[in-house]
């Protein structure tokens, strides 16, 4: 079982719509991240998040860390947010992270 | 400065060449890390330097040779790699678990 399990792995949605995905994990962590990559390209973070709930824009970020889980929002969808999401998680003092396989969203107009 | 910078962007080189890949920050964070990312996959961590000393080598080849000459800078030297070795080669840095986290956008070799 993989340490890091993200849903869906693969969603296409309407332009204007409500998107969520999913990451549970199985270890312990000390922050988990939300990143965005686009085709061939490098990694953005997104989101740091060790409790509670972040907000940049029309993306809004969850966890709870005691079911051990963590959502991404996407109010208001929009073709340009089609990308891979992908949901790391931080473990031990080195910061190294372990990823998710990610999310690949594509929005259609 | 927010930005990790790689270069180069793009890499071509052949089984018996020697290159290196090159990575620099300059926002303080005292964690650095190479990770390699094959099409359609997360990535996976190769090493982390921790102020400027190699904390983690994820049982990485010998054919790769990481080094920090000092805390802005994290060098990849690559020697006799195979053509299984071509993908996309991230740096990132952080402050060691106080966040920052930040990727640069990758070196994409291709081994020929």
């Known amino acids: 079982k993989n340490e890091v399990e993200q849903s869906p792995q693969n969603l296409t949605a309407q332009e204007g719509e409500f998107i969520t995905i999913n990451c549970s994990y199985s270890?312990?962590?000390?922050?988990l991240h939300w990143l965005q990559q686009h085709p061939g390209g490098g990694i953005v973070s997104l989101f740091m998040l060790s409790s509670g709930k972040k907000k940049h824009g029309r993306l809004i970020a969850t966890i709870n860390i005691q079911e051990k889980h963590s959502s991404l929002h996407i109010t208001a969808s929009h073709p340009r947010d089609s990308a891979v999401y992908i949901c790391?998680?931080?473990?031990?003092?080195?910061?190294?992270?372990?990823f998710g396989k990610g999310t690949k969203l594509s929005v259609k107009p | 400065d927010t930005e990790v910078t790689q270069t180069p962007k793009h890499l071509v080189m052949g089984m018996t060449n020697k290159k290196s890949l090159k990575c620099e920050q300059h926002m303080g964070h005292r964690a650095m890390y190479w990770y390699k990312q094959k099409a359609k996959k997360p990535p996976e961590l190769m090493f982390v330097?921790?102020?400027?000393?190699?904390?983690i080598n994820e049982s990485v080849p010998s054919r790769f040779s990481p080094e920090c000459p000092n805390s802005s800078l994290l060098n990849l030297h690559l020697h006799a790699l195979q053509p299984e070795d071509s993908a996309l080669y991230l740096c990132?840095?952080?402050?060691?678990?106080?966040?920052?986290?930040?990727f640069g956008s990758g070196t994409r070799l291709t081994v020929v």
């Open positions: 790391a998680v931080a473990q031990g003092s080195q910061g190294n992270l372990i």
């Open positions: 990132a840095s952080s402050h060691l678990g106080l966040g920052g986290y930040t």
């Open positions: 330097y921790s102020y400027e000393k190699l904390s």
């Open positions: 270890v312990g962590i000390s922050a």
